[in-house]
């Protein structure tokens, strides 16, 4: 489904600030895995998506989505396959239009509808897809998206990053910038509308226990690669304290710092 | 009497104008300065052409002149990297030469004595408020459509564009050849209604521009892009009729036109800033004298 091979990625390369973000990474990912990826600061994850979703160029290596190879496309015509949720809530919507002219415009091309932005059937479907987030939202579809709370963005933006059935999903501590109980609900959202419409989902997070609780397989990156890579068994018996050790046996950094992986 | 009317259907015109403006900078977020070029581009293309014998032709004819500018512009800063606003005065520069070869290497060019517009249907205002009515109602509906719609997400959230698939480059492309042909129109219009075409009539059109759209958005509110667009026309009528009575009672001499539209642009501007100074300024007091009083009644 997703394979990612010998991926090499340097900033500012040739400056004395370079740094090598990714290290000959690689993961192969299967049809409807949901993956969760801890690691420190720095570890290479947001760029590893950036680099997935065309932002970056790749040194070295290549990517391949489901049978396509993604290496040299420009960022837009990957985003066609690729649905992309940050850490900050107000990135991934547009604040002046309404919430249903941004579920318009993630829906775009799949939508059968005319010239127009929104068309009856359309809205129709927005207006379920938002019940089912149990925000009455519903009932706002004429409101800017700039006058929602943050939890309320993130949930929009949570639709329309999945609205048009990508076969990728990237989440990158897509609930972080949240208070608990609406990163809660958002990860309760998250599991719902990956599992309805199976699709292949990454998920950086910091919270160890999420990471071992939600999705199929955890992977742990450190210094630009993958180091630990559990699924099934393996993972169920899995606790917080065994893969704190696993990463101090293998991490590269010689200062340790336990909090570095949990902040 | 002859002054209001005068001045409706200057500000009509201008109000088409004002239309270019509202696209590129508050759809699009871009202060767009090829404006300056393509207002002239738009004078020279129409006075050529109606020097010819067709009119109507010279201001379609405008229009497609602009829409090219405004694309040059545009893949100067998605393609070439080049800033937003230097890539408007690149081009902006260069439409210089072009439109003085237009005009046959003149400065000036006068079409007095030719068919127009508003010779051929006979009333200056109704040519003015048809053009203008009908472009603001076409240019509202455009931003309803899924391309419209892409066009304003862009200018909002650019990222998110990429994001829904979008090409933002396209996007911005062709809001900035909408924006130049709508103003091109409105110089070839002008043109028409002055009978003549002069290569530095663009020299401050971009603030005048800017002026009649935060004027309508100021007396008239802001709700939306379809109304915005209206606000703007309005804008530029009450701006001319403002104008007008201000030179009528020789309050300022007429060349003092450009400082009050600067002077009006800056004050808008920079309104929504200042009163939150102001605010902030106000609540700090507040909060002094509220700590002042704590500390009386605890010591
Ligand atoms: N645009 C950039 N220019 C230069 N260096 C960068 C850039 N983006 C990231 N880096 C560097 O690449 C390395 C990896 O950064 P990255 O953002 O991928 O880390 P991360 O694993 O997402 O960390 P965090 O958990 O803090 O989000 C870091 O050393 C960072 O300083
Ligand atoms: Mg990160």
Redesign the pocket.
């Known amino acids: 489904m997703l394979k990612l091979e010998n991926l090499q990625l340097t900033?500012?390369k040739g400056t004395i600030g370079e740094?090598k973000?990714l290290k000959g990474l690689n993961l192969s990912l299967d049809k409807g895995d949901f993956v969760t990826i801890v690691?420190?600061?720095?570890?290479?994850?947001?760029?590893?998506f950036n680099a997935i979703g065309g932002r970056y160029r790749l040194d070295e290596g290549s990517i391949c989505l489901d049978g396509v190879d993604l290496t040299g496309l420009p960022e837009h015509t990957r985003a066609r396959d690729l649905g992309v949720l940050k850490q900050d809530p107000l990135k991934g919507t547009a604040p002046t239009l309404t919430i249903e002219e941004n579920l318009a415009l993630a829906y775009g091309r799949r939508s059968k509808g005319g010239i127009f932005a929104t068309n009856r059937k359309d809205l129709k479907y927005y207006r379920e897809l938002l019940s089912s987030l149990d925000l009455g939202l519903e009932d706002r579809m004429k409101t800017p998206v700039g006058k929602l709370s943050g939890g309320q963005r993130q949930a929009v933006t949570l639709l329309m990053c999945t609205i048009a059935s990508p076969k990728l999903l990237l989440l990158d501590?897509h609930t972080a910038a949240l208070d608990p109980v609406n990163a809660r609900k958002i990860i309760e959202i998250t599991q719902r509308i990956v599992s309805l419409k199976s699709i292949t989902t990454l998920m950086?997070t910091?919270d160890i226990q999420m990471a071992l609780t939600v999705g199929n397989r955890t992977i742990m990156?450190d210094d630009g690669r993958v180091i630990l890579d559990i699924a099934g068994d393996e993972r169920e018996n899995m606790t917080m304290e065994k893969l704190l050790e696993s990463y101090r046996a293998k991490s590269s950094r010689r200062l340790i710092d336990d909090r570095m992986l949990l902040s | 009497m002859t002054l209001l009317i005068g001045s409706m259907e200057l500000g009509l015109i201008y109000g088409i104008l004002a239309l270019g403006v509202y696209t590129t900078f508050r759809i699009l977020n871009i202060p767009d300065l090829t404006v300056e070029g393509s207002f002239v581009l738009g004078m020279a293309v129409t006075a050529v052409f109606t020097v010819g014998g067709d009119p109507v032709l010279g201001l379609a004819a405008a229009i497609l002149a602009g829409a090219l500018a405004g694309a040059c512009t545009g893949l100067l800063q998605t393609k070439l990297m080049i800033n937003p606003i230097l890539s408007g005065i690149i081009v902006m520069t260069g439409l210089y030469t072009v439109n003085l070869s237009i005009m046959g290497g003149k400065a000036n060019m006068s079409i007095l004595g030719n068919d127009t517009i508003f010779t051929m249907v006979g009333s200056k205002t109704l040519v003015a408020l048809v053009l203008a009515i009908s472009t603001a109602a076409i240019i509202g509906t455009f931003f309803r459509t899924r391309v419209g719609l892409a066009i304003r997400g862009t200018g909002d959230n650019e990222e998110m564009v990429r994001a829904a698939s979008i090409d933002a480059d396209r996007t911005k492309c062709l809001a900035l050849a909408i924006g130049n042909g709508l103003v091109a129109l409105s110089g070839g219009l002008i043109a028409q209604y002055q009978l003549f075409s002069d290569v530095g009539s663009g020299a401050g059109i971009v603030v005048i521009g800017l002026a009649s759209v935060i004027i309508g958005e100021v007396l008239l509110g802001r709700r939306g892009v379809a109304y915005g667009l209206f606000t703007a026309v309005g804008g530029s009528i009450i701006y001319r009729v403002i104008i007008a009575f201000a030179l009528k009672v020789d309050l300022f001499p007429p060349y003092s036109l450009k400082l009050i539209s600067a002077v009006v642009v800056m004050l808008a501007l920079s309104g929504p800033y200042v009163k939150k100074v102001l605010r902030d300024k106000a609540s700090t007091r507040k909060r002094r004298s509220m700590v002042k009083h704590i500390k009386e009644y605890v010591g």
């Not at chain 1, 690691?39 to 590893?48: F, R, V």
């Open positions: 900033f500012e740094k973000a690691g420190s600061n720095g570890a290479g994850k947001s760029t590893l501590e950086i910091h990156m």
